[in-house]
T-cell receptor, first 112, second 114 residues
Framework: DQQVKQNSPSLSVQEGRISILNCDYT??????FLWYKKYPAEGPTFLIS?????DKNEDGRFTVFLNKSAKHLSLHIVPSQPGDSAVYFC???????????FGAGTRLTVKP | DAGVTQSPTHLIKTRGQQVTLRCSPISGHKSVSWYQQVLGQGPQFIFQ???????GRGNFPDRFSARQFPNYSSELNVNALLLGDSALYLCASSLRTATNEKLFFGSGTQLSVL
């Protein structure tokens, strides 16, 4: 049961433009959402998170938007840089449940 | 400060064998979680331990077991290996077990079962 879905396996954008990575979920009990970034041969690293009581959280070039009615969240990276090229995982958790669910990831390539 | 360290980095085993993977959390972190990442998929939760007690278990067979030591390091054991156990095994540590706690991942152990 894939409760967190990232339907785009890959995304390519030009340096300086906006990158938009999308994530959908099916479990309405999820109340906390996170984005992780993964470079080859490294473990995922935390990028940004959002609680279900908010609809937007911003940290520098990274903004996460949450649409609870649509069960959809997105990560915006503006402006995109070549160093942002990595696999991005969307993750979600439910209160009092340690089973954090991850999407399959989206490989972002930022071209110089 | 050292991050989460995992050993070994790579491992090759044959079907039916047993394997032990090791993880040292970030200093001060008392919670350790284990994840399995199969190629092309996201990490899948296996276990979480906090203060040496199991606090969560994912949908994995009993062949998978883990433990946490007094120094908060952890081991993941997999018995009777199957070809499908081939994956990247990730360990993550956090200060607490709250579900809004961000995880700090190690680089993983790549297990190949032949």
């Amino acid at each position: 049961d894939q409760q967190v879905k990232q339907n785009s396996p890959s995304l390519s954008v030009q340096e300086g433009r906006i990158s938009i990575l999308n994530c959908d979920y099916t479990n309405s009990m999820f109340d906390y959402f996170l984005w992780y970034k993964k470079y080859p041969a490294e473990g995922p690293t935390f990028l940004i998170s959002i609680s279900s009581i908010k609809d937007k959280n911003e940290d520098g070039r990274f903004t996460v938007f949450l649409n609870k009615s649509a069960k959809h969240l997105s990560l915006h990276i503006v402006p995109s840089q070549p160093g942002d090229s990595a696999v991005y995982f969307c993750a979600a958790s439910e209160y009092n449940n340690n089973d954090m669910r991850f999407g399959a990831g989206t490989r972002l390539t930022v071209k110089p | 400060d050292a991050g989460v360290t995992q050993s070994p980095t790579h491992l090759i085993k044959t079907r039916g064998q047993q394997v032990t993977l090791r993880c040292s959390p970030i200093s001060g972190h008392k919670s350790v979680s284990w994840y399995q990442q199969v190629l092309g998929q996201g990490p899948q939760f296996i276990f979480q331990y906090y203060e040496k007690e199991e606090r969560g278990r994912g949908n994995f067979p009993d062949r998978f077991s883990a433990r946490q030591f007094p120094n908060y390091s952890s081991e993941l054991n997999v018995n009777a290996l199957l070809l499908g156990d081939s994956a990247l095994y990730l360990c993550a540590s956090s200060l607490r077990t709250a579900t809004n706690e961000k995880l700090f991942f190690g680089s993983g152990t790549q297990l190949s079962v032949l």
